[in-house]
């Protein structure tokens, strides 16, 4: 079976300082882009839980459950969870398809000291929509190229991805994407909604550890 799920070890120590009022910042920056934004919404853009992300990545890496350091979020937003994964000594990069979106992003990395590389561009790969069992998927929707080949990486050079499918989108869609294009043993954490994280490993041949494990 390629895709298992995994136990998801929540940490449950107090955040750092740093940490919690990075939050708050990014969780204001979203508050006031919908506050003000009086054109046509981004299809009624939503952030995920960022402190129940952050205690699940910090418990997946005091877990050892991880195979190498790189980390891609799909779809980054804002940018917040790029950046905490950054915090955790990821090398961390997100990737948005809105322009609008990580300019903001972009924006709020200023007053952050742990730096994700944002990519404008598709985080799904050539042929991915192939994967797909209906072609009206949100993620289907963006016409911009994978941004893979521009940054000289592809989707198996990242040990864990993590992503919040827009409302609508096909709950299996991710899942076989990154079950057809990701690395043996790399990990997938999907949000899928308040007190719903779920992860999975690839398995299936070898698993090849890369790199460092993160240290916190
Ligand atoms: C529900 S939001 C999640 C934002 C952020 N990851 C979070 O967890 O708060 C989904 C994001 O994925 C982006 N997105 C959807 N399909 C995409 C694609 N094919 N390539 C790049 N970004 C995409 C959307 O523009 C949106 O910002």
Same mark, same amino acid.
């Given at each position: 079976?390629?895709?298992?799920?995994?136990q998801?070890?929540? /940490?449950?120590?107090?955040?750092?300082?740093?940490?919690?009022? $990075?939050?708050?910042?990014?969780?204001?920056? #979203?508050?006031?882009? %919908?506050? +003000? $934004?009086?054109r046509?919404?981004?299809? %009624?853009? #939503?952030?995920? /839980?960022?402190?129940?992300?952050?205690?699940?990545?910090?418990?997946?890496?005091?877990?050892?459950?991880?195979?190498?350091?790189?980390?891609?979020?799909?779809?980054?937003?804002?940018?917040?969870?790029?950046?905490?994964?950054?915090?955790?000594?990821?090398?961390? +990069?997100?990737?948005?398809?809105?322009?609008?979106?990580?300019?903001?992003?972009?924006?709020? %990395? %200023?007053? $952050?000291?742990?730096?994700?590389?944002?990519?404008?561009?598709?985080?799904?790969?050539?042929?991915?929509?192939?994967?797909?069992?209906? @072609? /009206?998927?949100?993620?289907?929707?963006? /016409?911009q190229?994978?941004?893979?080949?521009? +940054?000289?990486?592809? #989707? @198996?050079?990242?040990a864990?991805?993590?992503?919040?499918? $827009?409302?609508?989108?096909?709950?299996?869609?991710?899942?076989?994407?990154?079950?057809?294009?990701?690395?043996?043993?790399?990990?997938?954490?999907?949000?899928?909604?308040?007190? @719903?994280?779920?992860?999975?490993?690839? #398995?299936g041949?070898?698993?090849?550890?890369?790199?460092?494990?993160?240290?916190?």
């Open positions: 079976m390629p895709l298992i799920r995994l998801l070890p929540i /940490d449950p120590d107090p955040l750092p300082q740093e940490v919690a009022d $990075w939050i708050a910042e990014g969780m204001r920056a #979203v508050q006031a882009f %919908q506050d +003000i $934004w009086d046509r919404p981004i299809e %009624q853009f #939503v952030a995920a /839980d960022y402190e129940l992300v952050y205690r699940a990545m910090r418990g997946i890496c005091q877990a050892g459950y991880l195979t190498g350091n790189r980390f891609g979020e799909w779809g980054c937003g804002f940018g917040v969870i790029a950046g905490l994964a950054a915090s955790l000594g990821f090398d961390a +990069i997100g990737i948005e398809a809105e322009h609008r979106l990580l300019s903001e992003a972009r924006k709020l %990395q %200023q007053s $952050w000291p742990h730096r994700a590389d944002l990519y404008e561009g598709n985080f799904l790969p050539t042929h991915a929509e192939q994967l797909a069992t209906t @072609d /009206d998927l949100p993620s289907l929707a963006h /016409d190229l994978p941004v893979y080949g521009r +940054i000289d990486l592809d #989707v @198996d050079d990242f864990m991805i993590y992503a919040y499918p $827009w409302p609508g989108e096909e709950e299996m869609f991710l899942e076989s994407v990154f079950e057809h294009y990701a690395a043996n043993g790399a990990l997938l954490l999907l949000y899928h909604g308040s007190y @719903d994280l779920r992860l999975w490993r690839k #398995v041949g070898n698993l090849k550890r890369k790199k460092n494990r993160v240290g916190l």
